[in-house]
């Protein structure tokens, strides 16, 4: 039989007073940071390979569906957050 590893809850002091968000350690987010970036980056350069320096085709301005999606994925995950604002200013860039 496995034993789980007993870990400290979400919103304890982590390690050097880090706050844990969830699971993991400070040594293993650096690696993960490192990968949301890459994402981002990989996420814009093919956009502009679609649609060039222009802007995206925009989605329907009087619907709020699919700012609410966003919203609910962006609150749900930190990572998603980093994500989507990565993108938007690599975009802008």
């Known amino acids: 039989m496995r034993h789980r590893r007993k ?12 706050r844990r968000t969830g699971g993991g ?7 993960l940071h490192r990968r ?3 994402l981002a980056r990989r996420i814009t350069e093919a956009t502009r390979e679609r649609y060039g320096r222009d802007a995206p085709p ?7 569906i699919p700012a609410l999606i966003q919203s609910t994925v962006n609150a749900a995950s ?12 690599q975009l802008d860039a």
């Open 36 to 38: 949301i970036n890459d």
């Open 58 to 64: 925009a989605l329907d301005g009087a619907s709020e």
């Open 25 to 31: 350690t400070a040594r293993r987010r650096l690696p």
């Open 7 to 18: 870990t400290a809850p979400a919103g304890t002091p982590g390690p050097q007073g880090a």
């Open 78 to 89: 930190p990572a998603w957050q980093q994500l989507d604002m990565l993108i938007r200013a």
